[in-house]
């Protein structure tokens, strides 16, 4: 037996590879092209029955209000004799109103706007729930319209002696749901029903002459009564299609809303781009195969290429991790340095008897803190240079309130704030929070007045916004004249941005400084 030479072995393998990678890739896509398809249509189709069930929602509405106005005009004015221009009036400024029925609890004709139809088995079953049901609409369908049922809304009116005088019946045209089928331009094959519980047809687009009923028994209202939501797949009992349709149940009509889209036109655009895809594949597995030879030498020049890239990255990666051992080292250092003058400041407060000069010194340390803290967040997070702000301005306010003794006082400090910033200028944004905050624990609240101080950043539209609010006494009229609101403006300059002072929703002081991200 002779062996094959080590390069065609490899040759051989890669093609097999290729073969089955490729035809397995190709079923695939397709698999997960067809769902993708089939999900597409499933939310078509929700969402086409949530707009058939919006539109009977609002027929009801609309049927109740129309059917009271009716009632109550009837009821103090049956005897004037201007009952019927009133009700010509009405069918003219509703649309789809076709005409208005007035029966007794007999279902003999009190008055109506045109020949009556005789009551069927149906009607008289409408009119029976109606007046069982006061005051709420029973849908029906009237089956002697000519292309397809007249929609018939019947609701129960008046009392004489604990019996109900009569019902209101309301026909409306069919155009009401065809008009909205035709609306939502849905491709040949689709269809749109309002079904009753008992199998009452009540509208189907498109129309299915001579179909007035479907057996309760069958699959569909099976799925009915499991869910008020769904979506299956059925045959249809009119003409034998195999449809994908989503229904949503109206428990207050006893009706159902379904949508529904042949299956074979579902996947008929899957099925062209499977087609499309097979023959494509075909073409690239071929063009594949015929380079693999070259692809062999490729690989080990690559290879080749590799092991040089593989070595300046691994010292690119040595470099960048003394690069990021010598910033955690400077941070660590200046954090060390701005503790030891802190500590120099809090020794010599000890020694200092005058009040405005401890409170100086006091500011200073505010301030020294506040720069050593955005060092000790990039340290103690191991980023060179980008402070995370959630981070920073929690700590900041948790010692400024701690400084001044706030959880005793029933003052509270509340802080929101998200993303990171440069060390350039999270250090200044840093010293401007100190100075708005301090000022407002210092003086916002006297005498021992409760209240909360609310610190705000976040950015949106390429913007930063710096919102620090307070509920306490409000700013004086005329300021004082510290470095604080000085040292705030020439902060938010510092930024790029601009500062305004304005009282607060809730009384009290809001600073907003507001600078480009």
């Known amino acids: 037996m002779v062996a094959l030479p080590r390069p065609r072995i490899v040759l051989a393998i890669v093609a097999v590879l290729i073969l089955l990678g490729g035809i397995g890739g190709l079923v695939a896509l397709s698999w997960l092209d067809r769902r993708a398809t089939l ?74 706007t045109r020949p009556p139809y005789p009551l069927d088995e149906t009607g008289r079953g409408d009119l029976d729930a109606a007046l069982r049901q006061p005051g709420q609409i029973v849908i029906g369908a009237l089956a002697a319209a000519a292309e397809q049922p007249m929609v018939v809304l019947t609701r129960a009116f008046g009392e004489a002696q604990g019996k109900r005088r009569g019902v209101v019946r309301l026909l409306i045209s069919p155009a009401y749901f065809r008009d909205l089928h035709q609306d939502l331009n849905l491709p040949s094959g689709a269809i749109f029903t309002i079904l009753r519980r008992d199998g009452l047809v009540i509208s189907r687009n498109p129309p299915v002459p001579g179909v007035t009923r479907i057996d ?47 299956v074979d036109q579902v996947f008929q655009g899957w099925r062209t781009r499977t087609q499309n895809s097979t023959a494509l594949g075909a073409v690239a597995l071929l063009f594949l195969l015929g380079l693999t030879a070259v692809a062999d030498e490729s690989l080990r020049h690559e290879s080749r290429l590799l092991r040089s890239i593989k070595q300046k990255a691994d010292e690119l990666a040595a470099a960048l991790a003394d690069k990021d051992v010598l910033f955690q080292e400077v941070h660590h250092r200046v954090k060390n340095n701005l503790q030891v003058i802190s500590s120099l400041l809090t020794m010599q407060s000890l020694h200092v008897r005058d009040d405005v000069a401890r409170n100086a010194l006091k500011d200073a340390l505010d301030r020294i803190h506040s720069m050593g803290l955005v060092h000790q967040t990039l340290y103690e997070r191991n980023l060179a240079a980008n402070v995370d702000l959630a981070r920073y301005f929690g700590r900041l306010a948790e010692a400024l309130a701690g400084s001044y003794g706030l959880g005793r006082d029933g003052i509270v400090v509340e802080v929101e704030a998200s993303g990171t910033l440069e060390l350039e200028r999270a250090v200044p944004l840093g010293m401007l929070t100190n100075e708005a905050l301090s000022n407002a624990l210092k003086h916002a609240f006297t005498d021992g007045q409760q209240g909360t101080v609310r610190v705000s950043l976040h950015r949106a539209e390429g913007r930063w916004c710096l919102v620090i609010e307070d509920n306490g006494s409000g700013i004086a009229a005329e300021p004082g004249r510290g470095i604080g609101l000085g040292l705030i403006r020439a902060l938010a300059r510092q930024l790029g941005g601009g500062v305004t002072i304005t009282p607060g929703q809730r009384a009290g002081t809001c600073v907003t400084v507001d600078f480009p991200a």
């Open 39 to 112: 999900d597409e249509a499933s939310d078509r189709l929700r969402l086409l029955s949530r707009l058939g069930q919006s539109h009977l929602l609002a027929l009801q509405q609309n049927g109740r209000e129309i059917a009271s106005r009716v009632e109550e005009y009837y009821l103090h004015h049956a005897n004037s004799g201007n009952l019927r221009s009133w009700l010509d009036t009405l069918i003219e400024d509703v649309p789809f109103l076709e005409g208005v029925e007035i029966l007794a609890a007999d279902g003999s004709p009190l008055f109506t």
């Open 216 to 262: 309760p028994a069958g699959p569909p209202f099976q799925r009915f009564a499991k869910a008020e939501v769904g979506l299956y797949r059925a045959v249809s009992v009119v003409d034998g299609r195999e449809r994908l349709v989503s229904f949503r149940l109206l428990n207050d009509l006893d009706a159902v809303v379904t949508a529904g889209l042949p």
